[in-house]
């Protein structure tokens, strides 16, 4: 929590490495994947204690099975969705439910180059 607002992590993924996406899954010469990566920089995010939820946006089940084993929540999207798109869908999705007293935060961590966003508004994306 961030202000005593529930924080979001959002790594979208966008295709499969098939299609000319980067394998987020392969490991480096350390022996880390890009998912891996980007869940650590999650659950880092200022610090230790400011992300509740890591949510991992894919649609290779590979991905999400990998990142679902890290304790990630996980949402397919379509091959392509873009960031805002595909975090407008989970959160518009039945079984995800904000109270309207509450406005959350999230983050995007692009998992091949781990740049963070800003925190953004989960209410101001729903609006769009």
Do not use: C
């Not at 000319?20 to 998912?35: E, K, V, Y």
């Amino acid at each position: 929590m961030i202000n005593q607002d529930f924080v979001y992590a959002i790594i979208p993924h966008f295709g499969h490495a098939q299609v000319g996406q980067p394998n987020i899954l392969a490991p480096d010469s350390t022996g880390i994947s890009m998912l891996d990566r980007a869940i650590q920089a999650a659950e880092n995010y200022p610090n230790d204690s400011s992300v509740d939820l890591v949510i991992v946006l894919s649609p290779d089940e590979d991905v999400l099975d990998a990142a679902s084993d890290q304790g990630a929540i996980v949402h397919e999207v379509a091959v392509g969705l873009q960031p805002f798109q595909a975090a407008h869908d989970y959160f518009n999705a039945a079984d995800v439910l904000i109270a309207d007293d509450q406005d959350p935060k999230m983050v995007f961590i692009d998992p091949v180059d781990l740049k963070i966003s800003n925190l953004i508004s989960v209410k101001s994306l729903l609006t769009k």
